[in-house]
Each structure stands twice: as C-alpha cells, then as structure tokens.
C-alpha cells in the first residue's frame, strides 16, 4: 500500500505543480525532479509488481486458483488479481513515461 500511496501523491504533486504554473517553487530543475521521481516509481512498482503476486498467489502463501466458494463480485482472490493486473499496468505507464520524458529531453537538447 505505501508503494502504490507514494507514487499517487508524487504524481498528484508533479501534475499540480506543472498544471498551476509553479514548477519554480522546487529549486532544482524540475524535469531532473521529474525523472528522478518516475526512476523510483519505476523501482517501486516493479518491487510490488514481483512481491504482490508471490504472496498473494504463491501455494506456500495464498493460492493461484481462484477458490470455489468464492462467489462472484465479493471475493478477495478477485481483488487480488485486479490489484495485481493494475500494478502491472501502472508499472508499464510509469516506463512509458520515462522513456518518452527522456526522449523528449534528448530531442530538445540536441
């Protein structure tokens, strides 16, 4: 949860900033902010994209298949999945974003 709560406020912060115009309220370079943000994001996501799905679908802490008397909509394999699909997926957008940020950072300085 602190992963997934640290990354939300960062980007919550890095868009506010950007979007009101007071990116000069940090006193560094804010796109050397950025970048060093999404690099942690980017290791923080892939830490909880490895240690999420082994303790919660690993036979020796929870189970891969989905349980029987589970029913549909209110069980908490179900949710476990959707958080695990969804770390996956925000793991991938954080990439993106890095990749495309420093392209970007290259093609401007050269």
């Known amino acids: 949860v602190a992963v997934y709560s640290f990354c939300f406020i960062g980007t919550v912060l890095i868009v506010a900033l950007n979007v009101t115009g007071k990116r000069a309220a940090i006193r560094c370079p ?27 679908f690993d036979n ?3 189970s891969m298949r989905r349980p029987q008397q589970c029913s549909w909509g209110r069980c908490a394999w179900d949710s ?8 996956h997926l925000n793991l991938l957008l954080y990439i993106v974003d890095l990749v495309y940020s420093q392209r970007l950072h290259f093609v401007n300085h050269h």
Request: proline share 3%.
């Open 30 to 56: 804010f796109e050397r902010v950025v970048v060093i943000y999404t690099v942690l994001a980017v290791l923080l996501y892939m830490s909880a994209a490895v240690i999420w799905p082994v303790f919660c």
């Open 60 to 62: 020796k802490y929870g």
């Open 80 to 87: 476990q999945l959707v958080i695990t699909i969804f770390t």
